[in-house]
């Protein structure tokens, strides 16, 4: 049985961007997503869906300038958000896997909140910007989110499409999946799931 109470709220506000973001990890897959990255917005609404978070983002930023700012600051707090609901991580199971396929692709994504964060970037398949976002900007979305949240995330992405929204979509699924598995409540886990007794 998981806690009521895992919920969190994260506002960032600097030069480049400002971000308000309620998380509810124990939720049903409610969204209110809008980052002005419509492709990201998409993603995020597959990842929350799929995870049944409830998730509220509301993001403004200088994408006159280019997507890299509200892209990796969004990134930045969905990762404090989770870290924050998560508190002191006693319970959860920590590890999570899920494999997603879409078309001639699949997305395998295996996760550990270990209070570690570390993500290796992705080989590019070959895939074409879709309105300026591009496979390099979700690599650096996922290694934001990654690294604050403390969370190893390994994915491995076997693609022969050059579709950039076909190879994001699986991904981002799967990252829900797996992310959902990870942060259940183990009733038998009386502590935090390490032998440490502690995750950072």
Not at 121 to 136: A, I, W
Request: hydrophobic fraction near 35%.
């Amino acid at each position: 049985m998981r806690s009521l109470m895992r919920k969190s709220e994260i506002q960032r506000k600097t030069k480049e961007t400002q971000i308000k973001l309620k998380l509810n990890i124990d939720g049903s897959g409610k969204t209110r997503i809008n980052t002005g990255i419509g492709i990201l917005d998409h993603l995020l609404e597959l990842f929350t869906f799929h995870g049944l978070f409830d998730l509220d983002i509301s993001a403004k930023g200088d994408l006159r300038v280019d997507l890299h700012h509200t892209n990796e600051d969004v990134g930045m707090v969905l990762g404090e958000a989770f870290k924050k609901a998560l508190g002191d991580k006693k319970g959860i199971k920590r590890f999570g896997s899920a494999s997603v396929p879409m078309e001639n692709v699949e997305a395998k994504v295996v996760v550990d909140i270990s209070g570690r964060g570390y993500f290796q970037p992705l080989s590019d398949p070959g895939t074409r910007e879709d309105k300026g976002y591009s496979f390099d900007h979700a690599n650096h979305f996922l290694e934001t989110f990654a690294k604050k949240m403390g969370m190893n995330l390994n994915i491995h992405l076997y693609s022969l499409n050059p579709d950039l929204h076909t190879n994001l979509e699986p991904i981002f699924k799967a990252l829900g999946l797996a992310l959902d598995l990870a942060t259940q409540i183990d009733p038998r886990r009386k502590g935090v799931p390490s032998t440490k007794g502690v995750i950072d």
